[in-house]
């Protein structure tokens, strides 16, 4: 089934403890995005990926990290996670670079105390 | 950076059209818009994208203008099942490959 997979999907942390959330696609799609979402203020893209090693800022990429070392893999890295980081996070692929039908992830809860 | 501009709300009844439009300036010229639907505790699922004129699917058509700055999206017959948030999707002028949603429109659908 195609699918794009997010891990873990709730997650409830402390202020400055390291944490990643993985996201993985079967599709081979070449466009990876992260998205964060909150109330009042929609969906903001962190961070996207054209391909493999190629990565960019979207509009709130503060705070974060990224790496795209496998077409499928796109983790989101917190390195030192802030309480304003407090979200529901999802990651989403596209078949190419022009086309935005975006398959997403279920999605990622993260608490930031 | 592109901005995008949705109603908040929107109310309507079982069986009625719905058109639900997104201002947005400084896209990107040679990008699709786009229109997702979400709902609660899930995430964005694709209704339709176009680039300009009209594009209809089995489920939805998109309306945009020549000079690109709006879009309506239209649910012919909706049910109570279409309630949900409806977000455009666009290509940042400045980045194309920076992608940006508007705010969201919260779609009611009374019976």
Not at chain 1, 92 to 109: I, M
Not at chain 2, 73 to 99: E, F, I, M, Q
């Amino acid at each position: 089934e195609a699918q794009v997979t997010q891990n873990p999907r709730y997650l409830i942390t402390v202020t400055g403890k390291k944490l990643t959330v993985t996201c993985s696609q079967n599709m081979n799609h070449e466009y990876m995005s992260w998205y964060r979402q909150d109330p009042g203020l929609g969906l903001r893209q962190i961070y996207y990926s054209m391909n493999v090693e190629v990565t960019d800022k979207g509009d709130v990429p503060e705070g974060y990290k990224v790496s795209r070392k496998e077409k499928r893999n796109f983790p989101l890295i917190l390195e030192s996670p802030s309480p304003n980081q407090t979200s529901l996070y999802f990651c989403a692929s596209t078949k190419g670079l022009w086309d935005n039908e975006q398959f997403f992830g279920p999605g990622t809860r993260l608490t930031v105390l | 950076l592109a901005k995008t501009t949705q109603p908040i709300s929107m109310d309507s009844y079982e069986g009625q059209e719905v058109n639900i439009t997104c201002s947005h300036n400084n896209i990107a010229t040679n990008d699709y818009i786009t229109w997702y639907q979400q709902f609660p505790s899930q995430g964005p699922r694709f209704i339709i994208q176009g680039y300009k004129t009209k594009v209809t699917n089995e489920v939805a058509s998109l309306f945009i203008p020549a000079d690109r700055k709006s879009s309506t999206l239209s649910l012919p017959r909706v049910s109570l099942s279409d309630t949900a948030v409806y977000y455009c999707l666009v290509g940042d002028g400045d980045s194309s490959y920076k992608l940006i949603f508007g705010s969201g429109t919260r779609l009611l659908v009374r019976p």
